[in-house]
């Protein structure tokens, strides 16, 4: 069986991890801190908080910017619910919109969807595509005059929403760590960029994320840095790193924070990928990527997914494949014919609308038919740094076999 997506495990990932173990430092160390530095020196930005996951690294991102409740966040409703989930955290309410034929945020519906209560928007980057980010801040900017900032909100002494004096656009870039805006590499473009570096990932640390900031002045990416160090370990004010100085065990607690800190068993094995990632692990992905859009583009029973255009390289995360002459339910049978073949493939995403609890919420599917035709249609194929070129041959013999299986 040709599985989907299995990590990036080799002897050198193993003797990192072990030389952490042995280091004595398993927690939030040395190693978070130089993986931390590594990812700002790759993105191109002063400074990047490694945590636990994407999910956390992103709601403490609305934390920060004060969003609660009677405020609205607008995000696509082609994503998966983890981008939901964090607003519905915060006490906010999340405005869906719907999605382009890239499967990427519609900045269009974005301008339409702006209120007073719009505190943030967050585009989301799929299958390694980056959102038309720099037309959404600009969204965000011409509708400054709409903006309606928390007055009583104070955090680590200042006012972040007066400060930015619109919304935040907060990116999830969960899918394209590696990808390219303008031929720079996603990170710099949002106000803050999250990304995830989950077991399936590109780059894992298997359970992660990381933020970057790219906050205009008079924001300090040093002090915003603190804050979410400090407020990632329950707003105690110094790490186990800063408390191992001599006398230096005594520490305070500023606020009732969060826990959620990277370790060093997880930059570790980060540290691992980012070192070969621009020189193996997005070469190989973009190989098998590009092997799968020779077969399927000049075959009319397919829509091929963007890869690049003029402004945006995607990091090759998913190859998300579209039958166009397929239903839902032709789609599932698809997939099930794949599988009899010995391959393995997924669905990225069910739109939220489907989901039981955002249904239950009042989301209707009708409401946004270009992310629902997307989702009945895709299969993604499988695209990881082991899987060989006979492999993805035999990928592509399955779904085409399966495709005349159940559409004849």
Known sequence: MIPFAPPRIDDRTIKAVTDALKSGWITTGPRTKAFEKHLAEYCGVEKVIALNSWTNAAELA????????????????YTYCATANIVMHVGAKPVLVDVL???????????????QRTKC????????????VAEIVRVAEEACAWFTPAVNLRVGGANPQMRLGRALVLSDAAHSF?????????????DITGFSFHAVKNLTTAEGGALAFNLPEPFDPLASYAWFNTMSLH??????????????????VEAA????????????????ELDRYDSETLPRRKAICERYQEAFANDDRFITPLLKDKDRESSYHLYMLRVPAASEADRDAIIEAIAKRE???NVHFQPLPLLSFYKKSGYRMEDFPNAYIHYSREISLPVYFDLSDAQVDTVIAAVKASVQEVLG
């Open 257 to 272: 924070g969060w826990k959620c800190n990277m370790t060093d068993i997880q930059a570790a094995i980060g540290q691992v």
């Open 101 to 115: 034929d890239d499967f990427t945020m519609d900045p269009e519906a974005v301008r339409k969807a702006m209120n």
């Open 343 to 345: 391959v393995s493939v």
């Open 235 to 252: 707003g105690q004010s110094k790490d186990a790193l800063a408390k191992t100085k001599p006398g230096a065990w005594r520490y305070d």
């Open 178 to 190: 590696g990808a390219r805006i303008h031929d720079k590499p996603v990170g710099a473009q949002a």
């Open 62 to 77: 609305l934390r920060w910017f004060g969003i609660g409740p009677g405020d609205e966040v607008i995000i696509p409703a």
């Open 121 to 132: 928007i967050i585009p989301v980057d799929i299958g390694g595509v980056p959102a038309r």
